[in-house]
Nanobody
Framework: QVQLVESGGGLVQAGDSLTLSCAASGRFFSAFNMAWFRQYPGKEREFVAGISGAYNTYYADSVKGRFTVSRDTAKKTMYLQMNSLLPEDTAVYYC?????????????????WGQGTQVTVSS
């Protein structure tokens, strides 16, 4: 497992941009498959974007073209650049990691989670 800490959430207006960060501690960060999930009140966590150890990226249809996931191995940090934010992007955003396999869209496949960061987009 790896310890994860998200940051960068906040309150923005529709159309604004925001960048989330996920800082990891521990070894072998470059080998981890990483992902961003979000959770609406009373709902299950849903996949937003992911990036493999080989830097392959994956996105949910709802964020394609607006969000960009990246990682900096030297800084052990994953990022989520969110542009053209919509009110429906309002949620708690979590980062997740798993050592083996690939980038999965199911939250049950991940064994390391951050504490979450709130993103609120006003209309």
């Amino acid at each position: 497992q790896v310890q994860l800490v998200e940051s960068g959430g906040g309150l923005v207006q529709a159309g604004d941009s925001l960048t989330l960060s996920c800082a990891a501690s521990g070894r072998f960060f470059s080998a981890f498959n990483m992902a961003w999930f979000r959770q609406y009140p009373g709902k299950e966590r849903e996949f937003v974007a992911g990036i493999s150890g080989a830097y392959n990226t994956y996105y949910a249809d709802s964020v394609k073209g607006r969000f960009t996931v990246s990682r900096d191995t030297a800084k052990k940090t994953m990022y989520l650049q969110m542009n053209s934010l919509l009110p429906e992007d309002t949620a708690v955003y979590y980062c997740a990691a798993r050592r083996s396999g690939v980038v999965y869209t199911a939250p049950s496949e991940y064994d390391s989670w951050g504490q979450g960061t709130q993103v609120t987009v006003s209309s």
